[in-house]
């Protein structure tokens, strides 16, 4: 917001008689501290009237340095704090420009809000312009060293961009500002606990959901304890790590990594197939998509940007619901009740949409974490977290989005580009409520950068207790992933010498997920007639091979 003094003979409205047009600077060096430069044009529509003093106001962490000039020299400025948010710089100008369409033009230098270096991601937040004042024109300019990194997420979507510089308009920074992160990816140190209680009398088996691999994270865990049975991953990609419980005994489970988190989404499994999509396209209890005003709405809206712009505008956050426990009501009580809803609504509501236009849809519960309140405005106890994704056809990925955030902020684009501060632990797609997210506690925050360890197996073959002629004898090939991490498309081999063999299992396997093991079947055959030639297995995963020689005493018992 802006005011004129002016030196004329009848009062008028400033606006009426001058052009504003304000282009300000805002520069960060490699230590993330900025410099906002602010030049400033008035521009006299009349020739009786020029503008003798100015006032600007400065929206923001409160400024207390401010220099200027015009073409005469310094500038003589006087600041005030109305609010801590808020700077006013009362400006005395030493050039009077008189005459229509003649301009005056002075700069402003003051230090600008730092950049927020935050793990692995530098964050920049640009206060926004706020309404009132006469400004014609306004172009604000942002420039990042090429430290920074990566452009990952920025908001709203520049007007334009050249090298490292990223320009916006009034409209676009009016009631918002610009928030952007720059990086290759964050990394999240997590230690998260699960309560696994058996209180029968017999041994059982309890399945936990594990923080998994996904389009937008990569997992490396350090340690699960006690280590789990076993690992599989179901349809929806989440990991299930499977205990071993003693009767009547509580045992806790601790996960202890780190993710690297993306923001962008990248193939780690191939693309949709009908019979998937058409999973993804069902009505359950908490996406009823099959509902008659939900297919109205939906064929009215028609694209996931137009479902998530309505979901945003529609439900109203309520602070009072953010509680363990609360009651999920679902998409349709969501769009019945929108001034009571949390992530959970904004979420349901969007799947339910989305399905009932027939696009894909699925819900991601997890872990929201930032320090910046720019991108994560919720002042929440706790930052457990829903957000949805949407199958995007032309890019073949699952795309999240975050209409919560998008509502919160009061308009930062959560739609186009995610941040990098959503942390998956579950996905509930085939069903819309399970694998449960089970954690008793989470201790989540910004970790240095770990290296991934090389690849490596553990390769073994169980040979049959003898080896018969004439017979089909049964053995055992097991490759088991020592290390925290999947491994993914791990080409597999069987060669035999001397022998006759028929493999049972593939040859390439999709993924090994931590600490699991995949076990195949190698059916050996021996020769009908009696020889003692160099017989051999040999197994070969990826880059890594084992040679197993048999005994001649196996094939010849009879014969030693």
């Not at 140190?189 to 399945?207: C, G, H, K, R, V």
């Not at 999709?510 to 699991?516: K, W």
């Not at 030639?533 to 890594?544: G, I, M, N």
């Amino acid at each position: 917001m802006v005011g004129f003094w002016l030196i004329a003979a009848i009062p008028v409205q400033a606006g009426d008689k001058f052009y504003a047009r304000h282009e300000v600077n805002y520069t960060f060096d490699a230590l993330g501290k900025s410099q906002v430069e602010q030049n400033i044009f008035l521009t006299n529509k009349l020739s009786n009237y020029y503008v003798s003093a100015y006032q600007i106001l400065l929206q923001g962490d409160p400024i207390n340095t401010i220099s200027g000039r015009d073409s005469q020299g310094p500038l003589k400025i006087t600041i005030e704090h109305p609010s801590p948010d808020q700077t006013v710089a009362k400006i005395a100008f030493n050039d009077q420009i008189v005459g229509k369409d003649k301009t005056l033009n002075f700069t402003l230098n003051y230090p600008g809000r730092p950049a927020a270096h935050n793990g692995q991601v530098w964050e920049v937040s640009l206060p926004k312009v706020g309404e009132g004042g006469e400004i014609d024109e306004y172009n604000l300019h942002l420039s990042v060293p090429p430290s920074f990194g990566q452009l990952a997420f920025i908001s709203p979507t520049p007007a334009s961009t050249t090298e490292r510089r990223y320009n916006f308009t009034l409209d676009q920074v009016r009631q918002v500002g610009a928030v952007a992160a720059f990086g290759n990816f964050q990394a999240f140190d997590f230690t998260l606990s699960y309560e696994l209680n058996n209180p029968n009398a017999q041994t059982a088996i309890a399945e936990i959901a594990i923080p998994p691999d996904t389009g937008y994270q990569r997992l490396i865990y350090s340690s699960i304890d006690p280590q789990p049975d076993n690992m599989t991953v179901d349809t929806d990609g989440n990991w299930l790590a499977t205990f071993t419980v003693p009767p009547r005994q509580k045992i806790t489970v601790t996960a202890i990594g780190q993710a690297h988190l993306l923001a962008e989404p990248t193939q780690t499994r191939p693309g949709l197939s009908l019979t998937q999509k058409q999973q993804y396209l069902q009505p359950t209890s908490y996406w009823p998509s099959a509902d008659p005003q939900m297919v109205e709405l939906a064929r009215k809206l028609g694209t996931a940007e137009a479902i998530y712009n309505y979901v945003m505008n529609t439900l109203k956050y309520d602070q009072t619901r953010v509680r363990p426990g609360v009651e999920r009501k679902g998409g349709l009580a969501a769009l019945q009740t929108p001034s009571t809803s949390v992530c959970t609504e904004f979420t349901d509501l969007f799947i339910t949409l989305a399905r009932a236009a027939g696009i894909p849809a699925r819900e991601i519960n997890g872990y929201a974490y930032t320090t910046n309140q720019e991108l994560r405005p919720l002042s929440l106890g706790s930052v457990f977290h829903a957000w949805p994704q949407y199958w995007n056809e032309k890019r073949q990925a699952w795309v999240s989005i975050d209409p919560t955030w998008g509502n919160t902020t009061g308009g930062v684009d959560y739609f186009n580009k995610l941040d990098f501060n959503h942390f998956a632990f579950v996905t509930h797609g085939v069903s819309d409520s399970t694998p449960t997210l089970a954690i008793s506690s989470a201790d989540v925050k910004y970790g240095v950068y770990k290296e991934f360890p090389p690849n490596s197996l553990s390769i073994s073959w169980t040979a049959p207790w003898q080896i018969w002629p004439l017979m089909t004898n049964k053995s055992k090939v097991t490759i088991a992933n020592p290390l925290g991490l999947a491994m993914y498309r791990i080409p597999l081999t069987i060669r035999t010498l001397n022998i006759v063999s028929r493999f049972a299992g593939p040859s390439e396997i999709d993924v090994l997920l931590p600490y699991a093991k995949r076990q195949f079947d190698l059916d050996i055959q021996a020769p009908l007639w009696p020889n003692f030639t160099a017989k051999k297995v040999t197994l070969l995963v990826a880059s890594e091979a084992k040679t197993y020689n048999i005994e001649a005493k196996l094939f010849l018992a009879w014969q030693i």
